[in-house]
């Protein structure tokens, strides 16, 4: 007899995010010609680095001929890309061994398909609010949650308490929707945590290229004993424009054991089984990201960035708003002016001044009255949102 997973009875419809499309739409039809300034999405506007396309054009060309055709590649990932993740790495002082990097499709297939390596009777914590996606995937592995408090006085990052307890903990930092990073301190206190506890925390750090400040954390193996109970899982998608293209990473150290069994190892034999690696094509586009000139390039793409951050922020500035983000990353978090909830101020914002954030509630309760602002715009559109969301502030 079949059956159905029927967790996926328990998930929650995304009506908020279909319900704000649909009112953009609506608005569209009945205003006819005129422009929506978009500073609610999360997918970057700037093509691919011209470093990357030569190369992604290059091994086009290679597939081309006996001696450089490329068949299926090694499940983990080819040895020049993960070589390459390794060297960026030692860069940093974080020495690793080019099989602790796993090459993907992309931060989003990994974040779920990791649970693969828990049992189901392990509990996850998630901080509130947070990228809808690690709830999601919780839900549908039929594994418990308990959200995290998360309070504004701390930018809504959640500190370990004794009491938590849970084998699974997922941390995003530069925080998808806040924009806050969490501290060197709050981090160690994290891995302290979870290696009290025999936790394994997954560290999302798919926005660690938009830091600058050298005294933030880009990586959580940057802390003392993360390699024994940290996942780092990260993508290209942000750093250099491939949302489209497809390409991340994921860093599993060999000194991570729980149960007597090798996290590291038993991911190998995951891949092996359930994928047949990355193409060719991308994951040299991939090796170029990291090359000097390919550096060079996503540099002055994030700049452009976080020019329109630091645009939006200005803004909020004038209104006396509080807000937090968008310093070391491409999100802007807002309290909503006059008391408004999220889905109001959505309203307000789109009909008064064509503006088009996303409703913080879209991110959990906790996120109700808070508002989301993307910086991933183009420099026109961001500078115009600005001024049109400055003057609505001000009435
Ligand atoms: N993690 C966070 C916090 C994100 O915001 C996103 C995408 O928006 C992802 C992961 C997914 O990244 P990818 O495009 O590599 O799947």
Same mark, same amino acid.
């Given at each position: 007899?079949?059956?159905?997973?029927?967790?996926?009875?328990?998930?929650?419809?995304?009506?908020?995010?279909?319900?704000?499309?649909?009112?953009?739409?609506?608005?569209?039809?009945?205003?006819?010609?005129?422009?929506?300034?978009?500073?609610?999405?999360?997918?970057?506007?700037?093509?691919?680095?011209?470093?990357?396309?030569?190369?992604?054009?290059?091994?086009?060309?290679?597939?081309?001929?006996?001696?450089?055709?490329?068949?299926?590649?090694?499940?983990?990932?080819?040895?020049?890309?993960?070589?390459?993740?390794?060297?960026?790495?030692?860069?940093?002082?974080?020495?690793?061994?080019?099989?602790?990097?796993?090459?993907?499709?992309?931060?989003?297939?990994?974040?779920?398909?990791?649970?693969?390596?828990?049992?189901?009777?392990?509990?996850?914590?998630?901080?509130?609010?947070?990228?809808?996606?690690?709830?999601?995937?919780?839900?549908?592995?039929?594994?418990?949650?308990?959200?995290?408090?998360?309070?504004?006085?701390?930018?809504?990052?959640?500190?370990?308490?004794?009491?938590?307890?849970?084998?699974?903990?997922?941390?995003?930092?530069?925080?998808?929707?806040?924009?806050?990073?969490?501290?060197?301190?709050?981090?160690?206190?994290?891995?302290?945590?979870?290696?009290?506890?025999?936790?394994?925390?997954?560290?999302?750090?798919?926005?660690?290229?938009?830091?600058?400040?050298?005294?933030?954390?880009?990586?959580? +193996?940057?802390? =003392? !004993?993360?390699? &024994?109970?940290?996942?780092? /899982?990260?993508?290209?998608? #942000?750093? $250099?424009?491939?949302?489209?293209?497809?390409?991340?990473?994921?860093?599993?150290?060999?000194?991570?054991?729980?149960?007597?069994?090798?996290?590291?190892?038993?991911?190998?034999?995951?891949?092996?089984?359930?994928?047949?690696?990355?193409?060719?094509?991308?994951?040299?586009?991939?090796?170029?990201? +990291?090359?000097? =000139? !390919?550096?060079? &390039?996503?540099?002055?793409? /994030?700049?452009?960035?976080? #020019?329109? $951050?630091?645009?939006?922020?200005?803004?909020?500035?004038?209104?006396?708003?509080?807000?937090?983000?968008?310093?070391?990353?491409?999100?802007?978090?807002?309290?909503?002016?006059?008391?408004?909830?999220?889905?109001?101020?959505?309203?307000?914002?789109?009909?008064?001044?064509?503006?088009?954030?996303?409703?913080?509630?879209?991110?959990?309760?906790?996120?109700?009255?808070?508002?989301?602002?993307?910086?991933?715009?183009?420099?026109?559109?961001?500078?115009?949102?600005?001024?049109?969301?400055?003057?609505?502030?001000?009435?």
């Amino acid at each position: 007899m079949l059956t159905m997973n029927m967790n996926y009875k328990n998930l929650k419809e995304s009506y908020l995010f279909a319900e704000i499309g649909e009112k953009v739409r609506t608005y569209q039809r009945e205003h006819p010609g005129e422009h929506i300034y978009r500073l609610g999405i999360g997918d970057v506007s700037l093509p691919l680095p011209c470093t990357v396309i030569k190369a992604l054009h290059r091994a086009v060309d290679d597939q081309a001929f006996r001696e450089s055709f490329h068949g299926y590649m090694p499940e983990c990932g080819a040895d020049f890309l993960r070589e390459a993740v390794r060297r960026y790495y030692g860069e940093r002082g974080i020495e690793l061994s080019s099989d602790e990097v796993f090459i993907s499709s992309g931060a989003s297939d990994e974040l779920g398909d990791i649970q693969d390596l828990f049992d189901r009777s392990t509990a996850a914590l998630l901080p509130e609010p947070a990228y809808p996606a690690y709830y999601d995937a919780c839900v549908m592995a039929g594994r418990r949650v308990e959200h995290l408090k998360t309070v504004r006085e701390r930018d809504f990052l959640p500190e370990p308490e004794g009491r938590l307890d849970a084998g699974l903990i997922y941390i995003c930092s530069p925080n998808n929707p806040t924009g806050a990073v969490y501290g060197r301190e709050l981090l160690r206190d994290w891995v302290d945590f979870a290696r009290a506890k025999g936790s394994v925390i997954i560290f999302d750090a798919a926005y660690e290229a938009f830091i600058d400040d050298d005294s933030l954390p880009k990586s959580i +193996f940057e802390i =003392e !004993g993360a390699r &024994e109970c940290a996942i780092e /899982i990260c993508s290209l998608s #942000k750093t $250099a424009g491939f949302t489209g293209t497809r390409l991340g990473y994921t860093i599993i150290p060999k000194a991570l054991e729980r149960n007597g069994m090798s996290l590291n190892a038993m991911w190998r034999r995951n891949r092996t089984t359930k994928t047949n690696g990355v193409s060719y094509i991308i994951q040299r586009g991939g090796e170029a990201v +990291f090359s000097p =000139e !390919g550096q060079q &390039e996503i540099r002055k793409n /994030i700049l452009v960035y976080k #020019k329109n $951050a630091r645009e939006i922020m200005r803004a909020i500035d004038d209104s006396g708003l509080w807000y937090c983000g968008g310093d070391n990353s491409p999100y802007i978090w807002m309290e909503c002016p006059f008391n408004m909830k999220s889905r109001e101020f959505f309203d307000f914002l789109l009909n008064r001044a064509q503006v088009v954030g996303t409703p913080g509630v879209g991110f959990g309760a906790a996120g109700e009255g808070y508002f989301r602002l993307s910086a991933f715009g183009s420099p026109e559109d961001t500078r115009e949102a600005c001024s049109r969301l400055r003057s609505v502030l001000r009435t």
